[in-house]
């Protein structure tokens, strides 16, 4: 065979390789240029590369094959625990571990170490964070007005005997001018519009009556007839949107009018988020109260079996002696489990009592018989007190200058009991003597024993009562009612009544106008506790959407209760008649 192999490429003029160790003959043969540069010899050895089984190559471990592999040696001197090895072991430990983080240890770590948001009131606006720090929010709309001076962020307590120093939680300066208050337009105020017809006001509170103007809150009351009525005025609140728990609220006003006219109703106060100002169903059951015991207090008129006797002979002499005309605590202790009820509940079972209770900053008025003006300072209460006297000893009222404050001798009336007493103003902060501006507020701290409040009058304190002169009356068997615990929110308001005493018609101007320049709540930097919802006293599941069992709480199914009409259409005036709810039924009474 090799021989005609040889015989055909000598006789075709072929060279054939005389390399005697490779059995592939190389044929050079005259090919063209391309077909030449493109050919490769079937010998690998002619292409150039080194094919010696002792060459030593940097990926010949790859092609290594183990043999008589064990924990300790592997072939040729190999080594399990090369860095390479290591390097690749820990990625791939580090990538799992990681893995594993991921998809199973995040959701867990998230879950138990979360904390649930707050808006504390400022409805995703406002509300401090775990270090007491304030948000700056773009357009000045914290909860602190960027305009307040550093010098006010804190101030020391009022009342003597009380150390803590105050930390300012909330201001509004009122320096842009105008601002309007319809409803939407501001994150913390909102005006009303509607009639007053609780106090007989003259005037339609309509939105349009207030603004802000060379840095003030302005309140017009003016001869504007508005839905019938010859009078427009203007009623602002922060209802629902900032309320504060304690502490000391604030403001700097000029007041309407001049200072021996009579028939103006200026006011700055506070109450309850369960209630809301001039919306009448939202109050029925609810102001005055602040109670907190299951007991014939929470029955309508005060009375059950037409008992206690002195709650039907030792009250209103111009209601034929009946204490109580109010229709029972709607949302009582007495309150039966599965009934509505906004909570929370007491370690006994026993549902927390909740009400609408009413601070007074001030309500202006001129005294009739000297012609001069006076601030009235009060909070209300219910249930009341046989007579309505309360314990007005000297460790319970205290007047800090009986030259300016004197006890107030109107103590209460068959809808409300009241502690009150009346101070002189400065005749220059009125709009038409003097144009200047004074400063009022209250201090207070919420609960039974140790609660108080002390009223603040032209930058001085004026008086303080303390909670022991609401302890439990054995007269009309009524417990003891606490300095409000309420979340409490800001009322501004400018009306006319007659209610509020004698109008002088002849003699007032309009229009007048009430002006704030600014307002203030400050609490103890121990003791911060603001917003509408806190945890202990909520109140927005209630007011929004409460629900409730039609059967009962463990088996029946749940249906939603919108309360939230009764707080926003001011043509409901009760409760009952007007909303057709009923009143959560009450152990007391026999009806769970």
């Known amino acids: 065979m ?16 005389s390399n005697a160790e490779t059995p592939y003959p190389t044929l050079l043969s005259k090919q063209s240029g391309i077909s030449a540069s493109y050919s490769l010899s079937p010998d690998p050895r002619q292409w150039g590369s080194d094919l010696s089984v002792n060459l030593v190559e940097p990926d010949d471990d790859l092609h290594n094959p183990i043999r008589g592999f064990s924990s300790v040696s592997v072939e040729r001197g190999g080594n399990f625990c090369s860095a390479r090895g290591v390097a690749n072991f820990g990625c791939l430990f580090i990538l799992g571990v990681g893995l594993i983080t991921l998809f199973a240890g995040y959701p867990m770590i998230s879950h138990f170490t979360k904390t649930q948001p707050t808006t504390q009131g400022g409805f995703n606006l406002g509300g401090i964070n775990a270090t007491g720090q304030i948000p700056s929010l773009p357009g000045n709309w914290g909860l602190i007005d960027l305009e307040t001076p550093s010098i006010a962020y804190k ?38 519009d509607l009639h007053y017809w609780q106090t007989n006001n003259l005037e339609w509170y309509d939105p349009s009556a207030i603004t802000t103007q060379n840095g003030s809150l302005v309140i017009t009351l003016s001869a504007t007839p508005n839905h019938d009525l010859n009078y427009m005025g203007g009623m602002v609140t922060t209802w629902n949107k900032f309320c504060f728990t304690g502490g000391y609220i604030e403001t700097r006003v000029q007041l309407p009018g001049a200072n021996n006219v009579v028939g103006l109703w200026p006011a700055v106060w506070t109450m309850g988020n369960l209630g809301r100002a001039g919306y009448g169903a939202s109050l029925e059951g609810m102001w005055p109260y602040t109670y907190d015991t299951c007991d014939v207090g929470t029955a309508p008129n005060q009375t059950f079996n037409g008992l206690p006797a002195a709650a039907v002979t030792e009250g209103d002499p111009y209601n034929n002696n009946h204490l109580s005309f109010l229709p029972g605590q709607r949302l009582s202790r007495c309150t039966c489990k599965g009934e509505s009820h906004p909570g ?115 930058n001085k304190a004026a008086w303080t009562f303390r909670a022991p002169g609401m302890d439990a009356d054995p007269t009309v068997e009524v417990s003891a009612r606490p300095v409000p615990q ?80 009764a707080y926003t259409n001011p043509n409901l005036t009760t409760w009952v008649d007007d909303y057709k709810q009923p009143f959560p039924k009450n152990s007391f009474l026999g009806q769970c």
Not at 361 to 376: T, Y
Request: aromatic content about 16%; hydrophobic content about 35%.
């Open 344 to 458: 929370p509940v007491h370690t006994d079972g026993s549902y927390v009592g909740r009400a609408a209770p009413e601070i007074d900053v001030f309500e202006a008025l001129v005294n009739a018989d000297d012609l001069a003006g006076q601030v009235s300072q009060s909070s209300q209460w219910a249930p009341f007190n046989a007579n309505y006297f309360w314990k007005n000893t000297s460790n319970n009222l205290v007047i800090y200058d009986n030259t300016a404050t004197q006890f107030n001798t109107y103590i209460g009336g068959a809808t409300q009991m009241t502690t009150s007493a009346l101070t002189w103003t400065d005749p220059n902060s009125y709009e038409l003597n003097g144009q200047g501006f004074s400063i009022y507020g209250f201090e207070y701290k919420t609960g039974f024993d140790t609660g108080y409040i002390t009223w603040i009058s032209d």
């Open 155 to 192: 101030m020391p307590a009022w009342t003597p005997g009380i150390s803590s120093e105050l930390q300012l939680v909330f201001s509004d300066e009122f320096n842009t001018d105008g601002r309007t208050f319809y409803p939407g337009d501001d994150p913390y105020w909102e005006a009303v």
């Open 2 to 17: 090799s021989g005609m192999w040889a015989r055909r490429y000598r006789e075709s003029n072929s060279t054939i390789s």
């Open 486 to 565: 309420e979340p409490m929110y800001i009322i501004i308001n400018l009306g006319i009544s007659e209610n509020f005493g004698k109008v002088d018609f002849e003699h007032l101007t309009f229009p007048t106008h009430m002006k704030v320049d600014y307002i203030r709540v400050y609490q103890p930097s121990d003791a911060i506790n603001y917003g509408c919802n806190p945890p202990d006293f909520p109140t927005q599941d209630y007011i929004n959407t409460y629900v409730l069992s039609i059967f009962s709480v463990s088996t029946a199914p749940l249906i939603g209760l919108r309360y939230i009409e």
